[in-house]
T-cell receptor, first 115, second 113 residues
């Protein structure tokens, strides 16, 4: 099974709301990633977890809060977002060996709209 | 600094014609190279990867890519394009600094009947 699942598929939220994005994989990967992708742009790395520990935070604003409850799950908690945060949020996973140089497997994404 | 360049923002080919998407990278060591494809509103799907060994790499959906160290290139090819190949294609390099994949800006492929 090479599938990464993400829920919800679409999310519309107001600037005062709190919501969460969820990601799950069952490939035994120990590295998991959150990316943000704007239209017609490549994915931008936000966070990386390796063995359930936060390894990389690409200076993401604190209104985005990641969480890795176990080796299969990755959450992204959202609070007080801005309209410019509207984007496609992608989750990915990979082997953690060799510093995660291996290929990443991506989920279908959550299309987030902030109103 | 590592970088990936995809010189073509978009390419249009006729269905049944051959395809070559260009990718150039800048990297100090032996690179780990990837091609991903993304259909509108979808996640990225890995087409193929190069880590070492044979410089001609076969991937899914009839795609192949050739690693040329002397030209710092990793071009993607397909002998006969299908309408379903219309998508965004990203070339990427694995960063030995750890866990970061550097993506090119992407090439949008249009297929005309």
């Amino acid at each position: 099974d090479t599938e990464v699942t993400q829920t919800p598929k679409h999310l519309v939220m107001g600037m005062t709301n709190k919501k969460s994005l969820k990601c799950e994989q069952h490939m035994g990967h120990r590295a998991m990633y959150w990316y943000k992708q704007k239209a017609k742009k490549p994915p931008e790395l936000m966070f990386v977890y390796s063995y359930e520990k936060l390894s990389i935070n690409e200076s993401v604003p604190s209104r985005f809060s990641p969480e890795c409850p176990n080796s299969s799950l990755l959450n992204l908690h959202l609070h007080a977002l801005q309209p410019e945060d509207s984007a496609l949020y992608l989750c990915a996973s990979s082997q953690a060996r060799a510093g995660g140089l291996g290929e990443q497997y991506f989920g279908p994404g959550t299309r987030l709209t902030v109103t | 600094a590592q970088s990936v360049t995809q010189p073509d923002i978009h390419i249009t080919v006729s269905e049944g014609a051959s395809l070559e998407l260009r990718c150039n990278y800048s990297y100090g060591a032996t690179p780990y190279l990837f091609w991903y494809v993304q259909s509108p509103g979808q996640g990225l799907q890995l087409l193929l990867k190069y880590f070492s060994g044979d410089t001609l790499v076969q991937g899914i959906k009839g795609f192949e890519a050739e690693f040329k160290r002397s030209q710092s290139s990793f071009n993607l090819r397909k002998p006969s394009v299908h309408w379903s190949d219309a998508a965004e294609y990203f070339c990427a390099v694995g960063n030995t600094g750890g866990f970061k994949t550097i993506f090119g800006a992407g090439t949008r492929l249009f297929v005309k009947a």
